[in-house]
């Protein structure tokens, strides 16, 4: 046996060996895929449902990324005009009146794209005063597709500053400072109260700190105004564009100001300026 056929029959059994090291390697790697993949198929909202799945995701109340999955295929169905959507209109009132805030926002949101809907109408109406504007916001929007003005006041309330109160008595902690963005949920400050306890302050908007009324390690009651929130530029847009329909004179005043002001986009002060036209000609 010449040297060289010894030399390549080692090279073999060595790249074999590898191969065989290797193997578990490669099987878990490919596990790992798939897993990441099946995580995001079953979680995206662009995957379609079947009338079965959609039933079932929306009864699946522990799961709040089924229920919004399947709302949004509902949404999909009313704008192509299917008929079909109206086989769960049941559930997405029932789905309106639940305690989860993302229930309620995403429905109020929904029932928006059917206006000659009377039940989705009367819900909406019930929605236009929930406890979390963030709910009360989607619902005036949704109201005006109605032809609906019960949710005016709060397009107005959009467009001026939101206070947030203390949940509690106690000491303030925050971090955060004048001019900060923040989103839905945000931690914005604690306050610790006498017993020791802390009560967690969120934001219950998504928006930027106008100011702060309680400094760091100050003292606050229960009620009390901890800071103030400006709308976000989307908020803002989508209820001055609201008000163009359903504005009336005594809002001029308050949509002009947006015309001129550089703390906004150019897309809110044209939108600002089509408000305030809108506005006019119904005098």
């Known amino acids: 046996m010449s040297e060289n056929t010894v030399t390549t029959e080692a090279i073999v059994a060595r790249t074999g060996n590898r191969i065989r090291a290797s193997g578990p ?8 895929v798939a897993a990441t993949f099946l995580a995001w198929y079953f979680t995206w909202f662009g995957r379609g449902l079947s009338d079965a799945d959609i039933t079932k995701y929306l009864s699946d109340t522990k799961n709040p990324r089924h229920v919004q999955h399947a709302l949004l295929q509902i949404q999909q169905r009313i704008e192509r005009g299917d008929p079909s959507a109206n086989n769960w209109y049941p559930q997405i009132i029932v789905l309106s009146g639940s305690s989860e805030t993302e229930f309620r926002l995403t429905t109020a949101w929904l029932m928006g794209f059917d206006n000659h809907s009377n039940e989705f109408h009367s819900a909406l109406v019930k929605l236009a005063t929930d406890t979390e504007p963030i709910v009360r916001r989607n619902a005036a929007l949704a109201l005006v597709r109605f032809n609906d003005a ?10 001026k500053s939101y206070a947030v109160k203390s949940p509690a008595t106690g000491l303030v902690s925050s971090t955060l400072r004048q001019g900060s ?3 839905r949920g945000t931690l914005l400050a604690r306050v610790q109260q006498a017993d020791g306890l802390i ?4 934001s219950p908007l998504p928006g ?3 100011a702060i009324s309680k400094a760091n390690s100050s003292h606050v009651t229960t009620g009390e105004e901890i ?6 530029e989307e908020s803002v847009w989508e209820a001055l564009r609201g008000l163009s329909f359903i504005g009336t004179n005594a809002d001029l ?3 002009q100001a947006f015309t001129s002001s550089s703390s906004v986009t150019e897309r809110v002060r044209e939108q600002a300026k089509l408000t305030a036209k809108a506005i006019g000609l119904r005098r």
């Open 25 to 32: 390697i490669l099987i878990l790697a490919a596990l790992f």
């Open 150 to 159: 019960a949710g005016h006041d709060e397009l107005v309330a959009v467009l």
């Open 181 to 183: 963005d923040v989103s």
């Open 199 to 202: 009560a967690e302050v969120r």
């Open 208 to 210: 930027k700190i106008e």
């Open 227 to 232: 800071l103030r929130l400006n709308s976000d």
């Open 253 to 255: 005043e308050t949509v």
